[in-house]
């Protein structure tokens, strides 16, 4: 993810570290009309809500605005005014949500469903949603969330509800968590965590080299004792480890623990896995104050952690060379690379992603391992290979939605032959459709090489697959990126692949050339 001093995002993902305060909530958004400040996804109950927050002009007619979410879940706001700077609260249970916040005096709306014209009321998932946020049929904000590090975990059935705390809502280091258990619905502050001065760093995982070991880094001003802080492995038995006393990252330094040096030893496997630092008082209580690390399978030799951007912001994931104590390579990428994103197109355009096979090897996308059917992936639009492509050197797959806005606003299914006569595609050039839809907003995209399976009784067909990361992308429609490719009629085009995806330097606005480098 990323982090301009502590703040981030999930899956591979540019993150920050949240960079969190006290009433996260009274920093300014930069919407046009809505924004969504604040969000219970995985509570201690049944209830969910969403708050939002007008910024822009003040609505005589939520109804007429066509002003509603959809994605996750559905939900069509009144005939009623709405005014600039007020919040008001969304949830999937108003008679609950009226009993847990007796105090409550704001404006409630629900329940919302689970899609549009369904009389079923909706849920959000625990593992992270998508809820966009419309105006006249046009996207405005998203309510984006994950369960994976960077993003808060006490958010995630821990009591708390996440809290925006400011610039882009697509990265996890824009949201805290809570310290208010249930959260603070209708208000406009929120006290929230704060992050540690000290991040996981760099970790090499047990059976990579001889030894295990875990680089800290320290970006504040002053010197942190980590010692007796708890390192948590998510999702596992074996799961807690606590450092040693002495253990002192120096200001703007490195700090590198050992397996040795821990009790037990350290446990970070090479499939990959989500780790969390947690910090404790000098009473040995933890504080609720947290950063963690996801990262995916990381070949022999190789290390995991976490890279810095031009624009100031991390990223994570598998690293090209080992660094211990310095600073951080690069991402280890390739072989397929997102090479355009066509994420924003008018209304009668078709949005597109395109990848490219960059190495010197041709890539199936689907084949046999271990003796197992296994696809390679594209996050972030629900993708899994089904049919044996394969791509030779510099070959380009073109990926479209299953359906498009029309001219007229009307939801239109695609047809993939059709859309290779319009736009002139070569017969060479494979085309795959995916349901999902890139968002207008911005969106984390990972392009993930399935490597290996352990049987898994907890997973429906009794397997559980290792990724490796290929390359990634976490764009956005503010910032360093673009701002014509947010709906001017261009899109991002790779111009770098000698840097990771996620670098915002590595893209231009161009006009979009579907299959064409």
Known sequence: MVRKELAVFASFVALNMWACDEGGKTRSVDYTEMACTEIM??????????????????????????????????YAFPDEPLDTSEYIVVTNDTTLFR???????????????????????????????????????????DCRFDDNPPWPKKADGGGSSLVFIGENPAYAESWAASTTVGGNPGSATDPVYKTPAVRINEIMPYGNSDTAWIEFYNAGNENVDISGWKLVRADATD????????????????LVVTTDEVTDGLFFTARGE?????????????????????YPSVPTGKTAGVTELSDGYLAQGALATVTKNAENASLLMGPLYISEAY???????????????????????????NGELAGW??????????????????????????NYIATTGATVTLDAAWYREQVGLASSVPIVQYSGKLSNRGESIVVMNPIEYTEDTSEINGLKWYYQ?????????????????????????????????????AWIAANPTPGRL
């Not at 799961?239 to 490195?254: M, N, Q, T």
């Not at 089904?386 to 073109?398: F, R, V």
Request: aromatic share 8%; glycine share 12%.
């Open 99 to 141: 009993t847990k916040y007796p105090d409550f005096t704001g404006r409630l709306f629900g329940p919302w469903l689970a899609e549009e014209g369904s009389s079923v009321v909706g849920n959000l998932s625990n593992s992270g949603d998508v809820v966009e946020v419309k105006l006249n049929g046009q996207g405005d904000a």
């Open 41 to 74: 996804y995985h509570g201690a109950d049944s209830l969910e809500f969403i708050e939002l927050k007008a910024t822009g002009t003040p609505l005589t007619s939520m109804l007429e605005a066509s002003l509603r979410l959809d994605g996750a879940v559905y």
């Open 469 to 505: 990361w290929s390359d990634a992308l976490l764009y956005s429609d503010g910032g360093a990126w673009p701002s014509e490719a947010d709906g001017e009629g261009k899109s991002l085009t790779r111009s770098d692949f000698t840097v990771s995806g996620y670098e915002p330097s």
């Open 274 to 294: 989500d780790v969390y630092l947690r910090e404790v008082n000098a009473a040995g209580e933890l504080t609720g104050s947290e950063t963690g690390l996801e």
């Open 377 to 402: 992936k594209v996050e972030g639009i629900g993708l899994t290979f089904s049919k044996t492509i394969t791509l030779a050197p510099d070959g380009i797959i073109l990926l479209l939605p299953t």
């Open 343 to 369: 994420y924003n197109p008018p209304d009668g355009d078709v949005e597109f992603l395109e990848l490219v096979n960059k190495s010197t090897n041709s890539v199936t996308l689907q084949g046999i391992i």
């Open 239 to 254: 799961s807690v480890r606590y450092l040693p006393e002495g253990s002192i990252v120096p200001a703007g330094s490195f």
